[in-house]
């Protein structure tokens, strides 16, 4: 068997030809012409998403937005893995899962903007609110999994985090507790080889990937551009989660195309030859190009694919330029179940700072 580390599963090359790689190749025999053109559609939707709430921010309508320009494949290929009861713990990036995942477009952006403490009901479509803490969606997912192993329930969870985040306590606990209890995680690493200005080989001088072997636990590289790839490898990880043969890790290779957040300038330690080396190696190029080698594209279909994609950052525009303005003290409700001094104190300075604040501008008025 061809080793998986040393040699990334891929099944698309950047130039949209297919690889055979029967063990991966078997895992999505079943992706037909429909099936194909329907991921397509998922990560030019997703790349919408993306442009559009990067855009919101540069109009001032967001607080700031943490792009995921050139990750779509990695997402839109692990979260397609994924069956309704399972569950998905992320971290700021993975728009493009919960897009898939069924977060409407139009809550996307709430915690963003800062209308709400989250976006959207986590339970509804079984994916989590961003986490902001780097890597404590990792605990969050192998926590979640141990209950759903002691109560029988055959399902996998999934945490997404980048390769900065393997260097956290967090991360290393989480793969620790979860082979020890056998518990139904894919700790799913998006190395987009960045963590803000820290480049991945500063992060570990071996490939992501292998640190799990220190937990014995089994790992795979995929080439996170191609989607088919990635979506072959969650399937296999996920089935056997779901069968009780507890974590395995994935390291998908990919490149955040853009800034880390719209609060970051990556001209400042990256060079622009890197980014067009990763330019050529887009994953929606490469999908598009294999559509086109297997005659999947016509007018109409791309016709269709970009109506889509407008209708979906329309709602997303909508929804956070239509959000209301909660009232500001409404930001102490529902931090804890219960009463808590330290939040009442906080809640009746804050209280009493915007009467202070009212007073003066009916004053000066
Ligand atoms: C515990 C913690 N430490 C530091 C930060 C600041 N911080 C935010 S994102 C980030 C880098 C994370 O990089 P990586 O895990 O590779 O994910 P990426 O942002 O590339 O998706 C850091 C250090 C934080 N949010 N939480």
Redesign the pocket.
């Known amino acids: 068997m061809v080793d998986k580390i040393a040699y990334p599963v891929q099944l698309l090359q950047p130039d949209g030809r297919r690889v055979l790689r029967p063990e991966y190749t078997n895992l999505v025999r079943d992706i037909g012409p429909d099936e194909l053109r329907a991921l397509y559609e998922d990560l030019v939707v997703t790349r919408r998403i993306d442009v559009e709430a990067t855009a919101l921010q540069r109009q001032g309508e967001l607080g700031l937005w943490a792009p995921m320009l050139g990750q779509e494949a990695a997402q839109v290929g692990s979260a397609r893995a994924l069956r309704p009861d399972d569950y998905a713990f992320v ?1 700021y ?1 993975e728009h493009a899962v919960a897009y898939c995942r069924g977060v409407d477009p139009a809550e996307m952006t709430r915690m963003w903007r800062g209308t709400a403490h989250s976006g959207w009901d986590p339970h509804a479509v079984k994916v989590t609110n961003p986490a ?4 404590s969606q990792g605990l969050h997912a192998t926590g979640y999994a141990m209950g759903a192993h002691l109560d029988g329930a055959e399902i996998a969870t999934i945490a997404y ?5 393997t260097s ?1 306590g967090d991360i290393a606990e989480a793969l620790g507790f979860s082979m020890s209890f056998n518990a139904p995680v894919v700790f799913f690493c ?1 190395n ?1 080889q ?3 200005s820290e480049p991945v080989h500063l992060q570990s001088p071996v490939p992501i990937a292998q640190r799990a072997a220190g937990y014995g636990m089994p790992a795979v590289r995929v080439d996170g551009n191609d989607v088919l790839a990635v979506l072959a490898v969650t399937r296999q990880a996920t089935q056997r989660a779901r069968e009780g043969s507890g974590p395995t890790f994935i390291e998908a290779i990919t490149y ?1 195309m853009g800034p ?1 957040t719209t609060s970051d300038d990556p001209t400042r330690y990256r060079s622009s030859a890197e980014t067009a080396e990763w330019k050529a190696r887009d994953p929606i190029d490469r999908m598009h190009r294999l559509l086109d080698w297997e005659g999947l594209l016509d007018g109409a279909f791309l016709t269709r694919v970009r109506t889509t994609a407008d209708e979906i950052a329309a709602r997303l525009r909508s929804g956070a330029v239509g959000a209301p303005t909660p009232p500001p003290l409404s930001v102490f409700d529902h931090v804890y179940a219960s009463e808590h001094p330290l939040l009442e104190e906080e809640r009746a300075e804050y209280a009493a700072y915007l009467a202070a604040v009212t007073d003066t501008e009916e004053a000066l008025s």
């Open positions: 971290s990036r902001i803490v780097v890597g985090f980048g390769d900065g985040a956290q998006q987009n960045w963590a803000i955040r880390h």
